[in-house]
């Protein structure tokens, strides 16, 4: 495991190690960033749910997503190159209707072969054919960890994956995820820990990221983009 450094960028033997918080690191320029401060969801978002756009909503300044069935939520921007995303992010469990411990889900690099983006309705078997990176943190009711390749053909290779507990969701604990995409390697990082890292021989340069989810509350925070200068 990789223990990430608070506010500090670490550039060892050609390869990045990322930090908590990097606003201040000089490879990297800030794109994009949403604290939810305002009362309405700005329109650098599209929301893909078969739910109401309602079940996507600012409670207390944070981003809530709150639904029955499936939602995804897109940076409406390709990205492209070498990027760092990193976000806060909760599951919330109290008394809720929806209230599960499950499903905190991230795409990025993603595209389609069909040309049919932004099209889907919410249901997670809809995004098989897409080619992108995944991870899904407390999937299949809190039992799997697991990081996936789709190639864009409906094959979905698990390329990490942990089922203890020590990887899997707590309950109404704020998160900070990262995601790191430099020179063909992608990472996802946990509160600083790196839980995966994948070299792809035909890595995925360009595509959209999202925040999905289904059947759950969660609370989303302090979003920010960066591209390498």
Partial sequence: MVKLMVLLITITTGSVVAAQS?????KWKLLFEDDF?????????????????????IVNGQLQLNT??????????????????????TVMV????????????????ATDP????????????????????YVGMGGNYNTTT????????????????????AHLLKPNKKYHLAILMENGV????????????????????EGWFAIRSTKSRQLIDNVKIYSEQ
Avoid: H
């Fill in 22 to 26: 990097i606003a201040s690191a000089k």
């Fill in 37 to 57: 401060s305002k009362p309405r969801l700005s329109n650098s978002w599209l929301i893909e749910t078969g739910d109401t756009n309602e079940g996507c909503t």
């Fill in 68 to 89: 029955q069935g499936g939602i995804t939520l897109w940076y409406k921007d390709k990205l492209a190159g070498n990027i760092l995303i990193e976000y806060d992010r």
């Fill in 94 to 109: 109290e008394k809720e209707d929806n209230d599960r411990l499950s499903d905190m889900n991230q795409f990025w690099m």
């Fill in 114 to 133: 069909q040309k049919k983006m932004f099209t889907r309705k919410g249901n997670f078997k809809e995004y098989d054919s897409l080619q992108m990176y």
């Fill in 146 to 165: 697991r990081m996936r390749r789709y190639d864009g053909k409906g094959n979905l290779q698990i390329v990490g994956e942990y089922k203890d507990s």
């Fill in 186 to 205: 992608a990472k996802f990082f946990v509160d600083g820990e790196e839980y995966f890292s994948f070299k792809d021989d035909k890595p995925f340069n």
